[in-house]
């Protein structure tokens, strides 16, 4: 498609539960990238692959955080337990190239009572 | 890691008005982008400019990436220009974000 693709675009998890986001990139773009957005203003980058290859997972919490970008199908970040922490919204962004422009979804706004 | 500063933080302004956001930032960067997050949380893509200036409208950017540093030029700000202001930077193939400017339109 023309435009990253995120869904749901609101899930609300108990403290423990499982939770699964998916993103679908702009078509033709070789390159995933997953950003938290926590307290509205703060960015932090999670992971990023190139095409079904994982490219950076230096901001994974790998303990808990889980992403997989297979062919033929959406991308998705899994967090196995969640906590209270893990509030936030996450965005699912693509590029063409590596260093090159990224383009973001909507988001997922992610609740945990 | 490479830090990156915004400022100012707010600014309150009359539609109408034009203003200067700044990103400075501490080390050589590949890219830099700014984006704009509007209301509804959702993030729009302003321009990406790793050197040089560009225009688009009314909004125009320059980053000179000798002396680190870039700047978003809003010009006859309206209310729809509401909304938080990102500068990011790809450092080691991952965006770095500053913390925001967040822009008030008043009509």
């Known amino acids: 498609g023309e435009e990253v693709a995120q869904t749901p675009k609101h899930l609300v998890r108990g403290e423990g539960q499982k939770a699964k986001l998916y993103c679908a990139p702009i078509?033709?773009?070789?390159?995933v990238f997953w950003y938290q957005q926590v307290l509205k203003n703060e960015f932090k980058f999670l992971i990023s692959?190139?095409?079904?290859?994982?490219?950076?997972e230096t901001g994974m919490p790998k303990e808990r955080f889980s992403a997989k970008c297979l062919p033929n199908s959406p991308c998705s970040l899994e967090i196995q337990a969640t906590k209270l922490e893990d509030s936030a919204v996450y965005f699912c962004?693509?590029?063409?190239?590596?260093?090159?422009?990224?383009?973001f979804g909507p988001g997922t706004r992610l609740t945990v009572t | 890691g490479i830090q990156v500063e915004q400022s100012p933080p707010d600014l309150i302004l009359q539609e109408g008005a034009n203003s200067t956001l700044r990103c400075n930032f501490s080390?050589?960067?590949?890219?830099l982008q700014w984006f704009h997050q509007n209301p509804w949380g959702q993030l729009i893509n302003l321009f990406y400019?790793?050197?040089?200036?560009k225009q688009n409208g009314r909004l125009s950017a320059t980053t000179v990436a000798t002396e680190r540093y870039s700047l978003l030029y809003i010009s006859s700000s309206q209310t729809t220009d509401s909304g938080v202001y990102f500068c990011?930077?790809?450092?080691?193939?991952?965006?770095?974000w500053g913390a925001g400017t967040k822009l008030i339109i008043k009509p």
């Open positions: 962004a693509s590029s063409q190239l590596r260093v090159y422009e990224q383009y």
């Open positions: 080390d050589s960067v590949n890219n």
């Open positions: 078509k033709g773009h070789s390159y």
């Open positions: 400019i790793p050197s040089g200036t």
């Open positions: 692959f190139q095409n079904e290859n994982v490219f950076d």
């Open positions: 990011a930077v790809d450092s080691n193939y991952q965006l770095i």
